[in-house]
């Protein structure tokens, strides 16, 4: 399971896939997410901002329930995951590294089938609250991808056959 981060709607809506122009692309990402393919966080899914042009589209249909992660956060795995930024974060710190912790426990449930998309590239040189998704998925022996990756991994085309009505394509067994 893919467990995707706010960044990667947001930055494909507003740079590669604008709702409006490649529906295609959010229908898919629909239909993985019923069939358990991707999913997000609902701390995650928080993150989308109320009145924006995604946030009209989560509210469209089943897509938030679709693309919701239905289980509960281990407060226990959060905070290890919030150690991994350094054990003695001030409150501002915490607040600077926002929700991307649950994002990581939820993967840290499961890391051998679950996977965690972002479009933070990893820095290791960077300390604290600043640290990034990539290298913080790395201390923890947590599979991370980008977009691009999981996109090829999940088999996205922009088939124009599928307009046709044929389903949008299935990923690939593994």
């Given at each position: 399971?893919?467990?995707?981060?706010?960044?990667?709607?947001?930055?494909?809506?507003?740079?590669?896939?604008?709702?409006?122009?490649?529906?295609?692309?959010?229908?898919?990402?629909?239909?993985?997410?019923?069939?358990?393919?991707?999913?997000?966080?609902?701390e995650?899914?928080?993150?989308?901002?109320?009145?924006?042009?995604?946030a009209?589209?989560?509210?469209?249909?089943?897509?938030?329930?679709?693309?919701?992660?239905?289980?509960?956060?281990?407060?226990?795995?959060?905070?290890?995951?919030?150690?991994?930024?350094?054990?003695?974060?001030?409150?501002?710190?915490?607040?600077?590294?926002?929700?991307?912790?649950?994002?990581?426990?939820?993967?840290?449930?499961?890391p051998?089938?679950?996977?965690?998309?972002?479009?933070?590239?990893?820095?290791?040189?960077?300390?604290?609250?600043?640290?990034?998704?990539?290298?913080?998925?790395?201390?923890?022996?947590?599979q991370?991808?980008?977009?691009?990756?999981?996109?090829?991994?999940?088999?996205?085309?922009?088939?124009?056959?599928?307009?046709?009505?044929?389903?949008?394509?299935?990923?690939?067994?593994?």
């Open positions: 399971m893919h467990l995707l981060d706010a960044n990667v709607l947001i930055t494909a809506h507003n740079l590669y896939y604008p709702i409006g122009r490649f529906p295609e692309f959010w229908d898919w990402l629909v239909h993985l997410a019923e069939g358990g393919h991707v999913k997000m966080p609902v995650i899914l928080e993150e989308i901002t109320e009145g924006s042009e995604l009209e589209w989560l509210d469209q249909g089943d897509n938030y329930n679709a693309l919701c992660l239905e289980e509960e956060v281990d407060p226990d795995r959060v905070q290890a995951v919030i150690a991994r930024y350094a054990a003695d974060l001030n409150d501002a710190e915490i607040i600077a590294i926002g929700r991307d912790p649950f994002l990581t426990a939820y993967a840290l449930a499961q051998s089938t679950r996977t965690v998309v972002t479009v933070e590239a990893s820095k290791p040189s960077t300390q604290r609250a600043n640290r990034r998704i990539p290298d913080i998925c790395n201390d923890l022996s947590i991370w991808c980008n977009s691009f990756q999981m996109l090829a991994a999940l088999n996205f085309t922009t088939n124009w056959r599928a307009a046709s009505g044929s389903p949008p394509p299935h990923p690939p067994s593994s």
